[in-house]
């Protein structure tokens, strides 16, 4: 299996910036596609990012779609969320998870990712 740690999340202005960066540690980095979720108070845990195994594929929630980029490393078994123009309603708990599918069919449901972090909090104040 594999192991996450995301950091980087932080208070920041509306329109402000911030990386969001999850260490994988374990089996093979590079074996799993990723993603980022993430979970406003009260409500569910959403899809924000995924990216394939090599990198060479990447999906995005309309909502984030020209304001954020993911990206990873796989020498470094680091996965990124680079998040510009951030908005109020980007505030949430954001989560990195690691799927072994290579099929990105349910990338959207959290349910089809095997591996999760244990969050970030990311607040964006107004």
């Known amino acids: 299996q594999v192991q996450l740690v995301e950091s980087g999340g932080g208070l920041v202005q509306a329109g402000g910036s911030l990386r969001l960066t999850c260490a994988a540690s374990?089996?093979?980095?590079?074996?799993?596609?990723m993603g980022w979720f993430r979970q406003a108070p009260g409500k569910e845990r959403v899809f924000v990012a995924d990216?394939?195994?090599?990198?060479?594929?990447?999906y995005y929630a309309d909502s984030v779609k020209g304001r954020f980029t993911i990206s990873r490393d796989n020498a470094k078994n680091t996965l990124y969320l680079q998040m510009n123009s951030l908005k109020p309603e980007d505030t949430a708990v954001y989560y990195c998870a690691a799927r072994m599918s290579k099929f990105n069919a349910g990338i959207l449901n959290p349910a089809y990712y095997n591996y999760w972090g244990q969050g970030t909090q990311v607040t964006v104040s107004s």
């Open positions: 990216i394939s195994w090599t990198g060479g594929n990447t």
């Open positions: 374990g089996r093979t980095f590079s074996s799993y596609a």
